[in-house]
């Protein structure tokens, strides 16, 4: 597929501001972009001074920060997300390199680059260690906490932990580890019980990226453009998947979500959860009548696969938007996104915290919340398929546009 670039990241946003941002009124107190720093107002004069610092230190007592890494497995969302942190760190002066050769729109091997990361980079401050990048598709808990254990309290060469996702987050934050751990593309980090709130993680040891409005936001957007009565949504864990924020957009603009629980996990055989979802699918149209579908996180891993259950649904010209994965419009598995995770503007957030706690600030009393510019992204070929015509503000709020032609 080829993508289109439309036009730059501040267009998009004066565009779709109004109706993802501001028609929500969900603005007031979040960071929206920048380097952010703490401020100590001075009771003298009134005037705020800055306090935390993020730029490269040499690690107190000698040798090099380490960072710790634990995801679930290849996907190319998370990659995305870790790429550009990797890059800002980059931006920042802690690492350098000629150029990664990945490419963050199709790569997902996100262990892959930290591996290489470890080989190649370059830095008087920062180091990578091969054997504290973890998936836990491929270690186990019993695997993953003995590592760690190894490295944080008998080598005591790890500095913070990142960990992508809710399931990764869950597991090392019950290991209870005294040291930072980061965490970075959790759906609902409140609602899973990782941190207390948007304002206090409730340990000084944690931090999480919060976007309190984000999926809200998304699916206000979807029914604005849409106007569906009766949204499909499978998922797998209604926490990742957004669930309560879907529920209360659907209850404030009177449309039905038909739900069904299907956990990919709960199936030895990969066929037989397929087939499952398959006559979900067909249900949903034949039976249930959505007039729209969600496709959330981890219901269909692979993109190919996604594209060729969706058919089901384009079949019948119903229109598909996707939870999280820019990936699953770019392969025809999706006509839209509005991707609540823009990791190209929020990578340099989480670089920053980073860095700050490098620097010897405490996690906990990091901000955590930042919300994401509108980052859109649209198949024509699908919205061909399907009859949908994209309105001219549609088209000039996206990111990209995907299309053959």
Known sequence: MKPIKLLKRFAATVIA?????????????????????????????????????????????????????????????????????????????????????????????????????????ESDYMAFDKTAHYYTTVSTQEEIYASLKQHIEVDKDIDAILTMGTSPSLMVEEFGFDIPLLMYAVSDPIGSGLIKSAEDSGNENYWAHVDSSAYSRQMQYYFDTFGFSNIGSVYGDEIVCALPDYRSVAEQNDFRITEYKLVREDFADENEYYTQLESIYRKMVSEDKVDAYILNTDVIPSVEKAAEMMKIFYDAGIPVVAQVGSAYVKGDAALLIVDPRDAVGTGPFVSNIIGSVFNGSKPGDLEQEYASSPFLTLNLDVADVIGFKPSFEMLIACEKIISNN
């Open 17 to 121: 501001a109004a109706g993802l941002l501001m028609s929500c009124g969900c603005t007031n107190g979040i960071t929206q972009g920048g380097q952010i720093v703490d401020a100590e107002t001075n009771n003298n004069n009134g005037t705020a001074t800055a306090t935390r610092a993020y730029k490269p230190i040499k690690k107190p007592g000698g040798g090099k920060f380490k960072l710790a890494y634990v995801d679930i497995d290849p996907y190319n969302e998370t990659f995305r997300m870790l790429y550009y942190v990797i890059e800002s760190l980059r931006d920042d002066g802690w690492i350098s390199y000629d150029e990664l050769p990945f490419d963050p729109e199709t790569d997902s091997d996100s262990l892959a680059l930290m591996d290489w990361l470890a080989d190649n980079a």
